[in-house]
T-cell receptor, first 111, second 113 residues
Framework: NAGVTQTPKFQVLKTGQSMTLQCAQD?????MYWYRQDPGMGLRLIYY???????DKGEVPNGYNVSRLNKREFSLRLESAAPSQTSVYFC??????????FGNGTRLTVT | RKEVEQDPGPFNVPEGATVAFNCTYS??????FFWYRQDCRKEPKLLMS???SGNEDGRFTAQLNRASQYISLLIRDSKLSDSATYLC??????????????FGQGTELSVKP
């Protein structure tokens, strides 16, 4: 019973490199989300997708792009990584007005 | 002003104590509310949903006051295993953007023997 699967679990990038974080859910949820979490702060919403084919900015979208590839998959791309993007990234999915199910997180370090 | 604000914490309490967490939200379009628990930077896990009439699950009681835009979580008879960070979550729904779930910054609880 996979739930929400994120890859990779860990990543180290140099400043200016690009990468894509992958997320897939097998629960047929309409909505998917990307959050980042930094020490002393809660989760901050980067982008979300209320349904297949739509994406919207959250609280901290700058420096990121997303793609809702299909109902199952929602990817997050860093085109030119910066040290300020060092963080733990969580993907989540759910139905409208229902609780979220989270992936295990991706720990990203940008040097 | 952040859309969801929580007590800054940390809360350090002895076993058996009662502890209350408070949360306020600023967006009146908020439609649903939750408390999550997070251990050691692992993924957050749902503790309980918060209903308008208030709800209880064992030692945990959640309250919602829509007029004051305020949510609370009460933990009675706290256990060592309750030590974690507690996150208040608000679902803000707009007709053209669906729902987005916004988290408070979290309140850390440490229960001591």
């Amino acid at each position: 019973n996979a739930g929400v699967t994120q890859t990779p679990k860990f990543q180290v990038l140099k400043t200016g490199q690009s990468m894509t974080l992958q997320c897939a859910q097998d629960m047929n949820h309409n909505s998917m989300y990307w959050y980042r979490q930094d020490p002393g702060m809660g989760l901050r919403l980067i982008y979300y997708s209320a349904s297949e084919g739509t994406t919207d900015k959250g609280e901290v979208p700058n420096g990121y792009n997303v793609s809702r590839l299909n109902k199952r998959e929602f990817s997050l791309r860093l085109e030119s990584a910066a040290p300020s993007q060092t963080s733990v990234y969580f993907c989540a999915s759910g139905y409208l007005n229902s609780p979220l199910h989270f992936g295990n997180g991706t720990r990203l370090t940008v040097t | 002003r952040k859309e969801v604000e929580q007590d800054p914490g940390p809360f350090n309490v002895p076993e058996g104590a009662t502890v209350a967490f408070n949360c306020t939200y600023s967006n009146s379009a908020s439609q649903s509310f939750f408390w999550y628990r997070q251990d050691c930077r692992k993924e957050p896990k749902l503790l309980m949903s918060v209903y308008s009439s208030g709800n209880e699950d064992g030692r945990f009681t959640a309250q919602l006051n829509r007029a004051s835009q305020y949510i609370s979580l009460l933990i009675r008879d706290s256990k060592l295993s309750d030590s974690a960070t507690y996150l208040c979550v608000v679902n803000i729904v707009t007709y053209n953007q669906g729902g987005k779930l916004i988290f408070g910054q979290g309140t850390e609880l440490s229960v001591k023997p």
